[in-house]
T-cell receptor, first 116, second 109 residues
């Protein structure tokens, strides 16, 4: 159990375009989903926390207008990188957590974004 | 402030035992997690401790002392595939995970 999927696994796009990444909890209802970014050889950096049906909470320094997060259902959250630039190239990882009493976060496989 | 400390890198020999330590300071505490992350992949869940003591799960064990703000991950009978980064994360009173920078474990034959 506790499987989280992400799609796509790889994205290559031109500078200025927008990219949408989907995160799905396949066998449980994720009341909370998290979006992380990880640059090579660096630690995970939490970008935002989203609860189903409400606005995401962004970490300091993360532009909410650039990284749009939607958590419309208990099994799906999306991250849209708007007007992507080369410096946005990174490994984006989502994680999901179920109802209270299930504190463990389970991670998706990640999405590698390369902006040319 | 909230802080997690763990060694940056450790080296061990195949077949041996290694202990990766983690100390934490958080606003409130709702448990301590260990994750494994292989290079180029997302983290995978290893263990969760919320009560003091040792939790054993196969070759991996995790220990917690809440009074000392201390945890360790013990890996026995090391295999080459155990070469990875090991992430320690403490959950604060808001159920947010505070992440350590990870310990890169290098296994030598």
């Amino acid at each position: 159990g506790a499987v989280v999927s992400q799609h796509p696994s790889w994205v290559i796009c031109k500078s200025g375009t927008s990219v949408k990444i989907e995160c799905r909890s396949l066998d449980f209802q994720a009341t909370t989903m998290f979006w992380y970014r990880q640059f090579p050889k660096q630690s995970l950096m939490l970008m935002a926390t989203s609860n189903e049906g409400s606005k995401a909470t962004y970490e300091q320094g993360v532009e909410k207008d650039k990284f749009l997060i939607n958590h419309a259902s208990l099994t799906l959250s999306t991250l849209t990188v708007t007007s992507a630039h080369p410096e946005d190239s990174s490994f984006y990882i989502c994680s999901a957590r179920g109802d209270s009493g299930q504190e463990t976060q389970y991670f998706g496989p990640g999405t590698r974004l390369l902006v040319l | 402030g909230q802080n997690i400390d763990q060694p940056t890198e450790m080296t061990a020999t195949e077949g041996a035992i290694v202990q990766i330590n983690c100390t934490y300071q958080t606003s409130g505490f709702n448990g301590l997690f260990w994750y494994q992350q292989h290079a180029g992949e997302a983290p995978t869940f290893l263990s969760y401790n919320v009560l003091d003591g040792l939790e054993e799960k196969g070759r991996f064990s995790s220990f917690l002392s809440r009074s000392k703000g201390y945890s360790y991950l013990l890996l026995k009978e090391l295999q080459m595939k155990d070469s990875a980064s090991y992430l320690c994360a403490a959950m604060d009173s808001n159920y947010q995970l505070i992440w350590g920078a990870g310990t890169k474990l290098i296994i030598k034959p």
